[in-house]
């Protein structure tokens, strides 16, 4: 049985004690692959010497987060481009919209979140979304782009039955984490109106812990703890969301060659 988590911060501090004991960990509970999503200028260091020690199961994406998305975000984003022209990544991320701590940068959020997209496009990649009190404007956003061009995940995924039809239609998945584990959070009912053909698991890690360890540090070992609550709402087996979730997180982040990555690791192109 296999579980891919597709989204956790794993190279941030709140691991460095214990990182390469977590890690093991969530391989012992059927954790085979990590994607981890980049934050700003500053995470890129860490993110990347992460990738480099676990070459094989940690996968980097390279976006700017909207919550970084300040003055100087041009800045910020010719460093994210920069990148994505040296080297391959799994993914355009995190990007998206917040509107939940601070809306003084909304304009600029939209702005980068509109350019990561085309350099999606153009590279080829998926995106992953934040969408954080901004669900409904991230699907107003998308439908204006241009139709199939886009795919990926909305991370974190809590919004409505609508609009989690609506994410789907757009060609996306729904990444669902421990919130689903949170009593009277509302997600349970509204996935078990959802395929298990459009969710992919996540952890969020080091955030959003699911009940047991609900408000304590996150890992991705618990990412079996959101597929045991999937599979009680759904009426399957374990086995079953294991295998289709992890199917799901392959269909979205294809891969690329591990010989190009490797060589790649540092930054520097084969060419």
Same mark, same amino acid.
């Given at each position: 049985? /296999?579980?891919?988590?597709?989204?956790?911060?794993?190279?941030?501090?709140?691991?460095? &004690?214990?990182?390469?004991?977590?890690?093991?960990?969530?391989?012992?509970?059927?954790?085979?692959?990590?994607?981890?999503?980049?934050?700003?200028?500053?995470?890129?260091?860490?993110? +990347?010497?992460?990738?480099?020690?676990?070459? /094989?199961?940690?996968?980097?994406?390279?976006?700017?987060?909207?919550? $970084?998305?300040?003055?100087?975000?041009?800045?910020?984003?010719?460093?994210?481009?920069? %990148?994505?022209?040296?080297?391959?990544?799994?993914?355009?991320?995190?990007?998206?919209?917040?509107?939940? %701590?601070?809306? @003084?940068?909304?304009?600029?959020?939209?702005?980068?979140?509109?350019?990561?997209?085309? %350099?999606?496009?153009?590279?080829?990649?998926?995106?992953?979304?934040?969408?954080?009190? $901004?669900?409904?404007?991230?699907?107003?956003?998308?439908?204006?782009?241009?139709?199939? @061009?886009?795919?990926?995940?909305?991370?974190?995924?809590?919004?409505?039955?609508?609009?989690?039809? /609506?994410?789907?239609?757009?060609?996306?998945?729904?990444?669902?984490?421990?919130?689903?584990?949170?009593?009277?959070?509302?997600?349970?009912?509204?996935? $078990?109106?959802?395929?298990? =053909?459009?969710?992919?698991?996540?952890? =969020?890690?080091?955030? +959003?812990?699911?009940?047991?360890?609900?408000?304590?540090?996150? /890992?991705? &070992?618990?990412?079996?703890?959101?597929?045991?609550? +999937?599979?009680?709402?759904?009426?399957?087996?374990?086995?079953?969301?294991?295998?289709?979730? @992890?199917?799901?997180?392959?269909?979205?982040?294809?891969?690329?060659?591990?010989?190009?990555?490797?060589?790649?690791?540092?930054?520097? $192109?084969?060419?």
């Amino acid at each position: 049985m /296999e579980f891919i988590d597709t989204h956790a911060h794993l190279y941030v501090k709140a691991f460095a &004690a214990d990182r390469e004991l977590m890690i093991e960990r969530a391989h012992a509970n059927g954790v085979s692959t990590f994607y981890l999503p980049n934050i700003d200028q500053e995470s890129i260091p860490d993110l +990347l010497a992460l990738e480099a020690r676990f070459p /094989e199961t940690c996968m980097a994406m390279m976006g700017l987060h909207p919550c $970084s998305v300040k003055e100087d975000y041009e800045t910020a984003l010719a460093e994210v481009r920069s %990148w994505l022209e040296r080297r391959p990544f799994a993914a355009v991320g995190e990007i998206g919209l917040d509107l939940y %701590w601070d809306k @003084t940068f909304v304009r600029e959020q939209e702005d980068a979140f509109l350019r990561q997209c085309a %350099w999606a496009r153009e590279f080829n990649l998926p995106i992953v979304i934040h969408s954080r009190e $901004s669900t409904a404007e991230l699907i107003a956003l998308l439908r204006k782009e241009p139709k199939g @061009t886009l795919s990926g995940i909305f991370h974190c995924f809590t919004g409505t039955l609508t609009q989690a039809q /609506e994410i789907i239609d757009l060609g996306f998945y729904l990444g669902i984490g421990g919130v689903l584990t949170f009593k009277n959070g509302g997600l349970d009912q509204v996935v $078990s109106e959802i395929s298990l =053909d459009y969710l992919v698991l996540e952890t =969020d890690a080091p955030y +959003l812990a699911p009940v047991p360890h609900r408000g304590k540090r996150n /890992e991705s &070992a618990y990412v079996r703890l959101v597929a045991e609550k +999937l599979a009680e709402i759904k009426k399957c087996t374990l086995e079953e969301v294991a295998a289709v979730t @992890t199917a799901n997180a392959r269909n979205v982040f294809p891969g690329y060659d591990l010989a190009e990555k490797h060589a790649n690791q540092q930054g520097v $192109s084969k060419n």
